[in-house]
């Protein structure tokens, strides 16, 4: 394999071969935070969930609150997710080795992905129970929950906290903030409902809560499946439309046709492209693949690049024709 900065200029007419091994990578992609630092602001949040989740359990049990136990079993799955966010990293951190030539990357999207199924489950259990209470409401001690429910706010902002000093641009940490963002709405309800019981006597303000807490999930669950779906799927990121960049690499100076062009996320935050791009007859292919990596970097914060270049009219340049239609389309300097 070829050094990534060696360009053959007597070889300047054919890079089918050795153009992606001389590919530029420019991996600036940093997070916010170290993984270390990462690791101890989840470890932190986790101990604080785990201790109040088994206060709840016992206080909500001995008070016939649904809404404490939903609460309980929301903090049970933010403690999972914050398990499997602090395993993903770990995971993720591991370098490139044997068949995994990207590492463990997506272990942090198979943990947000989890979090997401975990939390859809949870909602339809909710909602069923939710309802079944709200037609038949039981005996629930207003009081014991509105002071459990305090307490649990005071334990999610601190958790919350803990959380947001950890990179959110990872979909895997985001999954976990999410989950105690959820929970941390889920107490405010059930505080409400634990005075409205205390004050009125209106039992059925409980299963309220539940139902609201429910949607919550919904809302949060939902999410996070679509947005661990999409890079599994290989989508291109939200936020970069790949007809927009391929006109913009058509227009850059002697490209004349940019095909086979995908857009797509190793994991959250880490977009890649690969591409053939095809130039006028004696451009320099080595400059032009250069320029094409910095207008990605600079304007799509795109660093994993994978560009082939040739000439246009040479053999490499021969394609199946329905070849551009099955990747990505055809972008053309005329056209762009």
Known sequence: MRSPDRHDHDTAHDHTADAPARHEHRHTHSHSVSSDADRRWLGAALALLVGFMAVEVVVGISAGSLALITDAGHMLTDAASIALALIAIRLAARPAHGGYTYGLKRAEILSAQANGITLLLLTIYFLYEGIRRLITPPEVEGGLVLITALVGIVINLAATWCIRRADRSSLNVEGAYQHILGDLFAFIATAVAGAVIWSTGFARADAIAALVVAVLMLRAGWGLVRASGRIFLEAAPADVDPEAVGGELA????????????????????????AHVLVEPGADCHAVRTTIAAVLRDAHDIDHVTVQVDHAGAPSEIRDPHCSQAHGGVFRAGEA
Do not use: N
Not at 253 to 270: N, P, R
């Open 251 to 274: 227009r850059v100076a002697s490209v004349v046709e940019v095909h086979d062009l995908h857009i797509w996320e190793i994991t959250s935050g880490q977009p890649a492209l690969s």
